[in-house]
């Protein structure tokens, strides 16, 4: 969660800056996120290393 929330906090930075780059940074944020809050909800199992990957990824390309 620590990890989405410092990627949420670049996004918004990027957004301020380029809102362009915030958008595509969002278009990329958004499966992860859906992804496992659909597993949730049904109650399926989540690869919290596998989101943890993605979203390590994720907030180098918005660094």
């Given at each position: 969660?620590?990890?989405g929330?410092?990627?949420?906090?670049?996004?918004?930075?990027?957004?301020?800056?380029?809102?362009?780059?915030?958008?595509?940074?969002?278009?990329?944020?958004q499966?992860?996120?859906?992804?496992y809050?659909g597993?949730?909800?049904?109650?399926?199992t989540?690869?919290?290393?596998?989101v943890c990957?993605?979203?390590d990824d994720?907030i180098?390309?918005?660094q």
């Amino acid at each position: 969660m620590a990890k989405g929330t410092k990627l949420s906090q670049l996004v918004q930075a990027k957004m301020a800056a380029d809102p362009n780059a915030g958008q595509a940074m969002m278009a990329k944020m958004q499966p992860v996120m859906q992804s496992y809050q659909g597993k949730l909800s049904s109650g399926q199992t989540v690869d919290w290393d596998a989101v943890c990957s993605q979203y390590d990824d994720l907030i180098k390309q918005a660094q």
